[in-house]
Nanobody, 123 residues
Framework: QLQLVESGGGLVQPGGSLMLSCAVS????????IGWFRQAPGKEREGVSC?????KYDNSVKDRFAISKDIGKNTVYLRMNSLKPEDTAVYYC???????????????????WGQGTQVTVSS
């Protein structure tokens, strides 16, 4: 079982940027797909972006967010630019083991989850 720890959340003004980090322990990143998800109050958890060999983005964040990974640090990052109030949510990273190059943005596919980090976009 993997352990995932998110960090980097906070309060930012509209149009601002944040970098979230997901530190992974318990196994090497190379055998796993890592996804970022978010959940706003009263809403279902939704997929934001994921990475395995390739990356995938939800249309709502495409061209604004960028996912990347550092194999040596076993860490996945989510760079968030041009933030909007509707990006406000708790952001979670999650993992599942796979040999497929493409990852999935279906939360039900993921086996291990972090505790989440709050992102608030407000003036």
């Amino acid at each position: 079982q993997l352990q995932l720890v998110e960090s980097g959340g906070g309060l930012v003004q509209p149009g601002g940027s944040l970098m979230l980090s997901c530190a992974v322990s318990g196994a090497a990143l190379g055998n796993y797909a890592i996804g970022w998800f978010r959940q706003a109050p009263g809403k279902e958890r939704e997929g934001v972006s994921c990475i395995r060999a390739w990356t995938k983005y939800d249309n709502s964040v495409k061209d604004r967010f960028a996912i990347s990974k550092d194999i040596g640090k076993n860490t996945v990052y989510l760079r968030m630019n041009s933030l909007k109030p509707e990006d406000t949510a708790v952001y979670y990273c999650a993992a599942y083991r796979t040999r497929q190059d493409m990852c999935l943005l279906n939360p039900g596919r993921y086996d291990d989850w972090g505790q989440g980090t709050q992102v608030t976009v407000s003036s």
